[in-house]
């Protein structure tokens, strides 16, 4: 299971961490990432970390602004967002796949948390 939480209603400028609980188990077998998507848009890739909190990819659209870290005796995956804008508005995802993480920008992860929505206002 992945659980995410942390979203919100924040200004533009602001900064926002959202999280991403799981089981022992999935975090370390797991490579785990984020997406978005909003509304009339397609799902979007944001990053993606190795097993354990391993190595982390970015797409260029979020890279330097979105930063991911975890807590590995909590078994979480955050991502921090920087300098938000209206434009980052979106239901979040968290995600975890037995795939190479760097995969996970072309391709469908296998399992899905519940998303978490944050608004960026103008």
């Known amino acids: 299971q992945l659980q995410a939480s942390g979203g919100g209603l924040v200004q533009a400028g602001d900064s926002l961490t959202i999280s991403c609980a799981t089981s022992?188990?999935?975090?370390?077998?797991?490579?785990m990432g984020w997406f978005r998507q909003a509304p009339g848009k397609e799902r979007e890739f944001l990053a993606a970390q190795g097993r354990g909190g391993g190595t982390k990819y970015y797409a260029d659209s979020v890279k330097g602004r979105f930063i991911l870290s975890s807590d590995n005796a909590k078994n979480t995956m955050f991502l921090h967002m920087n300098t938000l804008k209206p434009e980052d508005t979106a239901i979040y995802y968290c995600a975890a796949d037995p795939r190479p993480a760097q995969a996970m920008s072309i391709m469908t992860p296998k399992y899905w948390g519940q998303g978490t929505q944050v608004t960026v206002s103008s």
């Open positions: 022992g188990r999935t975090f370390t077998a797991y490579r």
